[in-house]
């Protein structure tokens, strides 16, 4: 079967990358920027909350290996979709917890991951369902920022192990072998 893609917003991008970088049948993650009203957002103006864009990934994954709605259960479990625009101390509607479907079928599978983080917290998510929105790559040097540059970065030490710390014990089932 073709790739798919799924984008998805759980505050910054570098740390929703570094998770879905370690995912089984995920073949790319890119970094950008989603849902806001300005065409070609830079960092800095997506950074300063006036353009309404969300950080996101953009990921590619074979559905013979992890289906959307395991990816979207991993996404959901790996970041708090309780907290509204924000993650932690990154504040503002850029850091928002959202899913862009790009058809029918992702939003109904967006709708059913929701229901079932609600199910099992009470229904705290906020996590918003939107698009269809134009997508925006995100500059060349945020892309694979984990695996690079992101390894010295003390915000990136401090915020990413605690996400894939998520990942390794929720979701072992997902992680990829060299993870």
């Known amino acids: 079967m073709a790739i798919q893609q799924a984008i998805i917003a759980g505050g910054c991008f570098w740390c929703t990358e570094a998770v879905m970088n370690d995912v089984i049948g995920v073949t790319k993650v890119e970094s950008g920027y989603i849902g ?49 625009n924000r993650q932690g101390n990154d504040v503002g509607t850029q850091y928002r917890s959202a899913i862009f479907p790009l058809d029918d079928a992702q939003r109904e599978a967006a709708e059913a991951a929701i229901a079932r ?43 990413i192990p605690p996400k894939l710390m998520k990942l390794r014990k929720s979701f072992q089932k997902y992680l990829k072998a060299d993870a």
Request: a negative charge.
């Open 36 to 84: 806001g009203d300005r065409p070609d957002p830079t960092y800095k103006e997506v950074c300063s909350g006036t353009t309404g864009h969300a950080e996101a990934v953009r990921v590619g994954f074979d559905p013979e290996v992890i289906s959307l709605a395991d990816l979207l259960d991993v996404f959901m479990g790996t970041h708090d979709p309780s907290q509204l």
């Open 117 to 159: 983080w609600n199910e099992e917290h009470s229904g705290t998510a906020v996590t918003t369902i939107e698009g269809p929105a134009e997508w925006y790559p995100a500059e060349d040097y945020h892309q694979e920022y984990w695996g690079g540059e992101g390894q010295r970065n003390p915000y990136c030490q401090a915020t």
